[in-house]
């Protein structure tokens, strides 16, 4: 008769995560992250933060030491006398013209270039394409002063013609950036509406326009911020004060009014306004674009 052997029980044995001890550490990390994003956070909005304080401030208050952040009184005057002390009127139209202008010709012409190097087929395309990106090397001011001597034999200065004119031929980088959105579009929708006879223009005003819209607003925030803040060009092509921007309008105003800074800022402060509403107003579809994922929701 056989014997059997007598089972034996094993106990596992707990295993040391050292959980809790973790846990720990994963907040302590957290929290030393948090900390240090909003002190960066406040190192990048101190210049903001002081220029709405100065704007608010009175005279005699704007160089106190210790600096002091909420003025007392509080001077609401000083935005209304700083628009009243120049035509910033005037220039705020001037500004709006001249970026809506700019915004305009930079998405018509940068879609029409993005659509041709990512869609249709020629030859060279490629190299093309190579060749508009490597412009990007060149640095603006090598080209300010040729620039500056063919408007001015075109009779072109005093006007808004040098600024506006050259959004109309398609930027490298928003052609890039605008490429690589289209890219991500499926070929079977565009052959689809070729079948159905719909030229290569129909094709990108009635399908490829409204599937990238979030690219587009990409391009349109950034070259609308970039044309409302734009101070070197106006005041390199523009010389009559009635067409001046907002820009320039400041710095005149700082030397016409012996650099009042609570005025300066106040003025600076309205300046920058137009330019935070459009970005929340169109936030969402900024991150969506700036992402550049490419691919397009069905």
Same mark, same amino acid.
């Given at each position: 008769?056989?014997?059997?052997?007598?089972?034996?029980?094993? =106990?596992?044995?707990?295993?040391?995560?050292?959980?809790? =001890?973790?846990?720990?550490?994963?907040?302590?990390?957290?929290?030393?992250?948090? @900390?240090?994003?909003?002190?960066?956070?406040?190192?990048? $909005?101190?210049? @903001?933060?002081?220029?709405?304080?100065?704007?608010?401030?009175?005279?005699?208050?704007?160089?106190?030491?210790?600096?002091?952040?909420?003025?007392?009184?509080?001077?609401?005057?000083?935005?209304?006398?700083?628009?009243?002390?120049?035509?910033?009127?005037?220039?705020?139209?001037?500004?709006? $013209?001249?970026?809506?202008?700019?915004?305009?010709?930079?998405?018509?012409?940068?879609?029409?270039?993005?659509?041709?190097?990512?869609?249709?087929?020629?030859?060279?395309?490629?190299?093309?394409?190579?060749?508009?990106?490597?412009?990007?090397?060149?640095?603006?001011?090598?080209?300010?002063?040729?620039?500056?001597?063919?408007?001015?034999?075109?009779?072109? +200065?005093?006007?808004?013609?040098?600024?506006?004119?050259?959004?109309?031929?398609?930027?490298?980088?928003?052609?890039?950036?605008?490429?690589?959105?289209?890219?991500?579009?499926?070929?079977?929708?565009?052959?689809?509406?070729?079948?159905?006879?719909?030229?290569?223009?129909?094709?990108?005003? =009635?399908?490829?326009?409204?599937?990238?819209?979030?690219?587009?607003?990409?391009?349109?925030?950034?070259?609308?911020?970039?044309?409302?803040?734009?101070?070197?060009?106006?005041?390199?092509?523009?010389?009559?004060?009635?067409?001046?921007? $907002?820009?320039?309008?400041?710095?005149?105003? =700082?030397?016409?009014?012996?650099?009042?800074?609570?005025?300066?800022?106040?003025?600076?402060?309205?300046?920058?306004?137009?330019?935070? $509403? +459009?970005?929340?107003?169109?936030?969402?579809?900024?991150?969506?674009?700036?992402?550049?994922?490419?691919?397009?929701?069905?």
């Amino acid at each position: 008769m056989a014997l059997s052997r007598p089972e034996v029980q094993v =106990r596992p044995r707990p295993l040391r995560t050292g959980g809790p =001890r973790r846990v720990g550490g994963l907040k302590l990390g957290r929290l030393l992250a948090f @900390a240090a994003l909003v002190a960066l956070s406040l190192m990048v $909005l101190y210049p @903001a933060l002081w220029m709405v304080s100065t704007s608010l401030k009175p005279d005699a208050q704007v160089f106190a030491y210790p600096p002091r952040w909420i003025p007392d009184p509080v001077m609401w005057g000083n935005y209304a006398k700083a628009w009243a002390s120049a035509p910033f009127t005037r220039y705020a139209v001037n500004s709006l $013209l001249y970026a809506v202008s700019v915004t305009f010709g930079t998405v018509l012409s940068c879609s029409l270039a993005a659509y041709g190097f990512s869609k249709l087929r020629f030859p060279g395309r490629d190299f093309l394409f190579l060749v508009m990106l490597s412009t990007m090397m060149i640095p603006g001011l090598v080209t300010m002063v040729p620039q500056y001597v063919l408007f001015s034999k075109l009779g072109w +200065i005093n006007t808004y013609l040098p600024l506006v004119v050259p959004s109309f031929f398609a930027g490298a980088f928003f052609t890039f950036l605008l490429r690589q959105y289209f890219m991500g579009v499926p070929n079977e929708l565009l052959e689809a509406a070729r079948m159905d006879g719909a030229n290569e223009l129909w094709i990108w005003g =009635r399908v490829m326009l409204p599937l990238t819209t979030p690219a587009l607003a990409t391009v349109a925030i950034f070259t609308f911020d970039g044309a409302w803040n734009d101070y070197v060009n106006p005041l390199l092509y523009l010389n009559d004060e009635r067409l001046y921007t $907002l820009q320039v309008g400041l710095a005149s105003f =700082r030397s016409a009014n012996d650099t009042q800074w609570q005025l300066l800022m106040a003025a600076s402060v309205l300046v920058l306004l137009p330019v935070l $509403l +459009i970005f929340f107003v169109f936030q969402k579809y900024f991150i969506e674009g700036a992402s550049l994922t490419g691919s397009v929701k069905g």
